[in-house]
Every structure is written in C-alpha cells, then in structure tokens.
C-alpha cells in the first residue's frame, strides 16, 4: 500500500527541495551574458513548470485544508479490495491521531481526512505504508534484516494478497495470532512465485524487529507446531552461531509431522527434527539463502559450546553395560539333584510324546472336515445367493417391459383421440 497527500498546491520555493532549489539556481545563473531578461524568466518559468509535474507527498506549514491522505496499492493493476473499517482498526491499534474521517474512494482506494498538515504527514511517513524496517532496528549481519529475503522474493511478498490483507500494521503481540493460524511451512511456489504465508510472516518478523524473549518463546512452544517452526526459522535468520545451536538443537527431540509446500505447489510431509537439521547444515531453506554460522567443533574448541550429548547415548550405554555382563557371567556346575530331576523329566517327556502324538492326529482329521463342510455349505450359498440375484433380476426386466408396453399403449390412444377430434 502506498499513501499520498492531496490538498491545495504550496508555492514554487515550497515545493521543491533544497538540492532541486540549488539546481534550478544553478542553471539560472549560468544563463549566457548575451540572453535578455526575457529569456532568463522564460527559462526560469519552464523550470517550474517542470517541477509542477512531479508528484506532492508531503503538506507544508502554509499548506491549506482539507489534509487528505489517499491510500491505495502500489500497483495499479492490483484489485485486492482495502475496506474503510480495516483502515481504522489500524488507525486505533497504531494510536494515530487526527483522523477526522475515512471514505471508500473506490475498491482499492481509501481517503483518510487529518486535522492538521503534521498528522497527515507522520501517517504518510509510517514504516507500515512504506515497507520499511522499523527506526529502532538493529543491523543483522551488518545489513537491513529485511534484505536478508532476495529483493526479487522480496517484492513478490509486498504484492501478494496475504501481505496486504494480513500483515499490514501488525505488530509483535498481533503477529503470535497470525503464527498459530498457519498451517503449512513453505517458501515460494508456482511460476510466478507465489510466496506462502509462512514466508510472509518471516518477512515481517524481519520488519518489525521482534524483541528475542519473544523469538525464544515461540521456539519454546510446544503446543503450536508452525508457531515453534517460525521462530526456529527467524532465529537461524538472525541469530549469532551461539544462539542458533543453543537455541535449535533442543528440537532434535521433536519428532512431530510438518506439511511443506514446494516449488510445484505440491504438499509434503516432513518432521520437525528434519526442518532443524537444514536449518543448522543446510545453505538455502524455504527459497531463502541462511546466513553462516561457525561449525560446532570451532565453538566447542574454544570453550563456547559443551560437547554435544545425544538422546539416544543413555540407551546405548545400558545396551553396552548388559552385554558386558552376560559376556563375563560364570556359570556353576549343575548339582547331582538336579542332574537326576533333569532325567526323571526326559522319560516322563519320552511318554506323553506318544499320546500327544494320536491326539494331534485325531484333531487334524476333525478339523479338516469340518473345513471340508464348511467349503460345501460356503458352496451352496452362494449358489442359492446367484439363483436370487438372477431371479430378481429377471423379474425386474419383466416390469420395465410391461411398464413400456403400457406407454406404448397410452401413447397410441392418446394420439388415436387427438386425430379424431
């Protein structure tokens, strides 16, 4: 979206800037010697004609009402509504003063009426109509954190409906709504990039600068997924090698499905502890090249880091501890009583072999022809199941028949009455 101050035309010393003022000066000055005094004021005069075609943005101190500010998109061509009532819950959640009215110019346009010049044109330099960074922000990685997005990936976000409709004017508080409601992870899709809402909130988290309490937060989540997958995302983003692996590397332990949306449009699972592991190796993820970070064996070296300790190194070293004990275990000798109770076993064994033996057989026989009776009975419903069907079948044939028979029947009377009428 972009803002724009109507209103009265100030005069021509007003209107221009400084550097454009010295350079109108400039050229009048160096107007040759031989040029009469209507030649310089003609010049002088085509000069500010000029400057009356560039568009006016800003109100002066002299400036007359009524101070209107019109908002609309960037892009012409663009029709995504913007609806009056949406421009005032902004007005009142952003404590801008002033406004005395708001009316629908149109579908994509807005006119929003201020009291005085100086209130019109704070709204007019806000971060929010102009996609800036916040003032207080930081340099992440020595450069706009907004610039860590392609310029390219960039502007398909600023033109894409979900920015427009969803991200305008939010703010850190606001912008934990908007997390718990996403549903998938992705970056740009389609061929003509379409960028997803979870890359569009990223963007805007680069924006406005979160405070890092709250990045930890949403890391620390774990009720809300894609909220814990946003933040891991912003803190890979913007985070110093430290905080990255401080941060990230708790989730290993996460073990739980995402969806993501690729290049193709298409939806694919993965799990959490497969998005950290490409956030912490991989170079590119979610069509965003990641910053560097130091290897993990530097910071350990160097005393920054402990060493790593994986989950499943208590269960290998009981694994360990087990076959060491089974390995060097001493068996005793078998005592005379027991000797004798082991042979007792093996004849008594020997005896019951034989009678199990007649019992298995007798039961092996009555089970097959209680199979074999069961396949015949099995048989036979299903042909009683076949004479029923075709029975029914043909009975239903039978009544078609008769029914177009009898419209046959109607038919011919009805026409029979008609030509002897």
């Given at each position: 979206?972009?803002?724009?101050?109507?209103?009265?035309?100030?005069?021509?010393?007003?209107?221009?800037?400084?550097?454009?003022?010295?350079?109108?000066?400039?050229?009048?000055?160096?107007?040759?010697?031989?040029?009469?005094?209507?030649?310089?004021?003609?010049?002088?005069?085509?000069?500010?004609?000029?400057?009356?075609?560039?568009?006016?943005?800003?109100?002066?101190?002299?400036?007359?009402?009524?101070?209107?500010?019109?908002?609309?998109?960037?892009?012409?061509?663009?029709?995504?509504?913007?609806?009056?009532?949406?421009?005032?819950?902004?007005?009142?959640?952003?404590?801008?003063?002033?406004?005395?009215?708001?009316?629908?110019?149109?579908?994509?346009?807005?006119?929003?009426?201020?009291?005085?010049?100086?209130?019109?044109?704070?709204?007019?330099?806000?971060?929010?109509?102009?996609?800036?960074?916040?003032?207080?922000?930081?340099?992440?990685?020595?450069?706009?954190?907004?610039?860590?997005?392609?310029?390219?990936?960039?502007?398909?976000?600023?033109?894409?409906?979900?920015?427009?409709?969803?991200?305008?004017?939010?703010?850190?508080?606001?912008?934990?709504?908007?997390?718990?409601?996403?549903?998938?992870?992705?970056?740009?899709?389609?061929?003509?990039?379409?960028?997803?809402?979870?890359?569009?909130?990223?963007?805007?988290?680069?924006?406005?600068?979160?405070?890092?309490?709250?990045?930890?937060?949403?890391?620390?989540?774990?009720?809300?997924?894609?909220?814990?997958?946003?933040?891991?995302?912003?803190?890979?983003?913007?985070?110093?090698?430290?905080?990255?692996?401080?941060?990230?590397?708790?989730?290993?332990?996460?073990?739980?499905?995402?969806?993501?949306?690729?290049?193709?449009?298409?939806?694919?699972?993965?799990?959490?502890?497969?998005?950290?592991?490409?956030?912490?190796?991989?170079?590119?993820?979610?069509?965003?090249?990641?910053?560097?970070?130091?290897?993990?064996?530097?910071?350990?070296?160097?005393?920054?880091?402990?060493?790593?300790?994986?989950?499943?190194?208590?269960?290998?070293?009981?694994?360990?501890?087990?076959?060491?004990?089974?390995?060097?275990?001493?068996?005793?000798?078998?005592k005379k009583e027991e000797k004798e109770r082991h042979?007792?076993?093996?004849?008594?064994?020997?005896?019951?072999?034989?009678?199990?033996?007649?019992?298995?057989?007798?039961?092996?026989?009555?089970?097959?022809?209680?199979?074999?009776?069961?396949?015949?009975?099995?048989?036979?419903?299903?042909?009683?199941?076949?004479?029923?069907?075709?029975?029914?079948?043909?009975?239903?044939?039978?009544?078609?028949?008769?029914?177009?028979?009898?419209?046959?029947?109607?038919?011919?009377?009805?026409?029979?009455?008609?030509?002897?009428?």
């Amino acid at each position: 979206m972009s803002g724009s101050s109507g209103g009265p035309r100030p005069p021509e010393n007003e209107l221009m800037s400084e550097d454009e003022r010295d350079d109108t000066m400039s050229s009048i000055t160096n107007i040759d010697p031989s040029q009469t005094d209507t030649d310089a004021r003609q010049h002088q005069k085509e000069t500010y004609n000029r400057d009356l075609k560039r568009p006016q943005y800003k109100y002066k101190d002299n400036s007359l009402g009524p101070y209107v500010v019109y908002v609309q998109h960037k892009n012409e061509g663009d029709r995504t509504s913007i609806h009056p009532l949406k421009i005032g819950r902004i007005a009142h959640k952003k404590n801008i003063q002033g406004i005395l009215k708001i009316v629908n110019k149109g579908r994509s346009r807005i006119a929003l009426e201020f009291e005085r010049f100086n209130q019109a044109n704070s709204f007019v330099d806000s971060d929010e109509m102009a996609n800036r960074t916040v003032k207080d922000a930081k340099s992440v990685h020595g450069t706009n954190p907004q610039y860590l997005v392609e310029k390219i990936i960039r502007s398909r976000i600023y033109d894409s409906k979900y920015w427009k409709e969803e991200c305008f004017a939010l703010t850190a508080e606001l912008l934990v709504d908007k997390a718990m409601e996403l549903r998938f992870i992705g970056g740009v899709h389609s061929g003509n990039i379409k960028p997803t809402p979870f890359l569009c909130l990223t963007l805007k988290m680069l924006q406005i600068q979160p405070e890092k309490d709250i990045v930890v937060e949403f890391i620390k989540n774990e009720e809300f997924k894609y909220v814990r997958a946003l933040g891991a995302y912003y803190m890979r983003l913007t985070g110093s090698s430290l905080d990255c692996y401080k941060y990230l590397e708790p989730l290993y332990n996460d073990n739980r499905k995402l969806r993501r949306q690729n290049r193709q449009a298409e939806f694919e699972l993965v799990h959490m502890d497969e998005f950290i592991d490409e956030l912490l190796r991989g170079d590119r993820v979610c069509d965003v090249i990641l910053p560097r970070i130091q290897k993990r064996i530097v910071l350990e070296e160097n005393n920054e880091l402990d060493a790593k300790i994986s989950a499943l190194e208590d269960d290998f070293d009981e694994e360990i501890e087990l076959e060491e004990d089974n390995k060097y275990r001493l068996e005793e000798p078998p005592k005379k009583e027991e000797k004798e109770r082991h042979k007792e076993k093996k004849r008594d064994r020997s005896r019951s072999r034989s009678r199990s033996r007649e019992r298995h057989r007798d039961k092996d026989k009555d089970k097959h022809r209680r199979d074999k009776d069961k396949d015949k009975r099995d048989r036979k419903d299903k042909d009683r199941k076949r004479d029923e069907d075709k029975r029914r079948d043909d009975d239903r044939r039978r009544d078609d028949d008769r029914r177009k028979d009898e419209r046959r029947r109607d038919d011919d009377r009805r026409r029979d009455r008609e030509r002897y009428r």
